[in-house]
């Protein structure tokens, strides 16, 4: 059974940054595409930054430029580096991997 646990939200002002982590436990991610993933209030999840087994990157055009992901399969873990933060990236941020695994989400605020 694979187990994913982020860490890293809280609460932010307009421009500042956060890194979200997500480790993994159960098996080794280095053979999988990793994503992050966030929803609004009462919208649906969306995809953030993906992250193939091989190292290519994706990202939603909202968040190009501003977040990075990567992967360090030693440690098991896959990051989402948030710069330059906007009050709408506040949400729930989800690890996944493949799609068919998630962790139970971190929240994100970007408040004065």
């Known amino acids: 059974q694979v187990q994913l646990v982020e860490s890293g939200g809280g609460l932010v002002q307009p421009g500042g940054s956060l890194r979200l982590s997500c480790a993994a436990s159960?098996?080794?991610?280095?053979?999988?595409?990793m994503a992050w993933h966030r929803q609004h209030p009462g919208k649906q999840r969306e995809l953030v930054a993906g992250?193939?087994?091989?190292?290519?990157?994706n990202y939603a055009d909202s968040v190009k430029g501003r977040f990075t992901i990567s992967r360090d399969n030693a440690k098991n873990t896959v990051y989402l580096q948030m710069n330059s933060l906007k009050p709408e990236d506040t949400a729930v941020y989800y690890c996944?991997?493949?799609?068919?695994?998630w962790g139970q989400g971190t929240q994100v605020t970007v408040s004065s």
């Open positions: 996944n991997l493949e799609q068919l695994y």
């Open positions: 159960g098996r080794s991610i280095s053979f999988y595409a």
């Open positions: 992250i193939t087994s091989g190292g290519s990157t």
